[in-house]
């Protein structure tokens, strides 16, 4: 299996340090967790892209204030899981967490899958780097987001709206991977009703369906409403990374910038839909899934967060940021473009940010 000093080191020869940058830029840690009472599962080694919105060039000249892809890095970094992937098979799973692509806000009065393939014909190395399989590829596994949730119907993609990755071994733990959008539906829809929402989620994941009762267009609709025009946010238009620049080095912390979940006010910002995603992982267990991590996007502010499960098992909400976006590590930092990725080997957890472009 790949060790996260080998990830590492690809992700330094993709994205060097700069002696002559006046912020080092190279690969930044932002957060790790590391707790084997987590056990989960050790086949393989598992990298989440988070959200990149791709949008045509033309469409994105309505949106000024916005950058909708650093096409050179995000090429660089796929060609680099291309190559980590072919040299070292069956050890690599690599993950979209969905809205690659911002069909939501194309303007060009294409269908949707008009609009997916225009876009996919601007970005054609990128998307053959990210669906091609080894060795011409990574062969992503690619989730449907809020933004581009018609991959999930179109015959050529359809891209699921979760994955489950499960634990052989009955004792260990589970992850829940998905874009987290309908945890913004959950919160705004069941504000004073989280235990209702948590049994109904449960119930859609455990149906293996990948539908919410049908509803998931009308959930689609909510999470983007107001968005569909104009410089808006997408995500959070700017996220400060929790915790500060984390020491140089990854050194041997178990935990580096993890938000406590269970303390504190639990309606704190850096705790969005933690307390949906752990209702979710306790109502789960009742299906026979034992979710001990949830992995998401969508935020678009890379983020750990951790906390008891309700049951004495310990749990994360393991939010990867965004690819799309502005970020700085710590306040009073300049604003950079997001760049962010997670890894998962097995109970290690971490968070990077990739390369430093001023924004």
């Known amino acids: 299996m790949l060790t996260h000093d080998e990830v590492l080191e690809s992700l330094h020869n993709l994205f060097p340090s700069n002696p002559n940058h006046p912020e080092g830029g190279g690969v930044t840690l932002v957060a790790r967790y590391n707790n084997a009472n987590v056990q989960l599962p050790s086949r393989r080694t598992h990298i989440f892209i988070p959200d990149c ?4 060039q033309e469409d994105a000249g309505a949106y000024p204030k916005y950058h909708f892809v650093q096409d050179v890095d995000l090429r660089s ?4 899981l291309r190559q980590l992937k072919a040299g070292r098979r069956g050890e690599l799973i690599v993950w979209h967490l969905g809205d690659l692509f911002d069909v939501w806000r194309a303007r060009g009065g294409r269908s949707a899958k008009e609009e997916v393939d225009e876009i996919a014909a601007q970005y054609g190395p990128i998307i053959d780097l990210l669906m091609s399989p080894p060795p011409g590829g990574c062969r992503a596994e690619v989730l ?3 933004h581009d949730y018609v991959l999930h119907t179109l015959q050529e993609w359809r891209a699921p709206r979760f994955r489950i990755i499960s634990d052989d071994d009955p004792a260990g ?4 991977v998905l874009h987290g959008d309908v945890f913004s539906w959950v919160e705004r829809t069941f504000p004073d009703d989280l235990q209702a929402a948590a049994v109904r989620l449960a119930t859609w994941v455990s149906s293996g369906e990948h539908r919410l009762h049908q509803e998931d267009r009308d959930i689609v609709a909510a999470v983007n409403r107001n968005l569909k025009t104009g410089d808006q946010t997408i995500g ?8 500060g620049r984390p020491p140089a ?12 979940g269970d303390r504190g006010n639990e309606n704190a910002p850096n705790k969005e839909f933690y ?6 992982a306790l109502e789960l267990k009742k299906h026979g899934h034992n979710i001990r991590v949830v992995v998401i996007g969508h935020t678009h502010w890379a983020r750990l967060v951790a906390g008891d499960r309700g049951d004495g098992d310990p749990f994360v909400l393991m939010d990867c940021g965004a690819w799309f976006g502005q970020c700085r590590l710590g306040s009073g930092e300049p604003w950079i473009w997001s760049a962010q990725i997670g890894v998962m080997i097995q109970d290690d957890l971490r968070l990077y940010q990739l390369g430093w472009r001023e924004a």
């Open 275 to 280: 307390a949906v995603a752990k209702a979710l």
């Open 144 to 146: 449907a987001g809020n």
């Open 173 to 176: 733990g589970d992850a829940l």
């Open 53 to 56: 919105h791709l949008l045509n």
């Open 236 to 243: 959070m238009a700017k996220a400060q990374l929790f915790g």
């Open 249 to 260: 080095g990854i050194g041997v912390d178990a935990a580096i910038n993890v938000i406590d």
């Open 77 to 80: 970094f796929l060609d680099g």
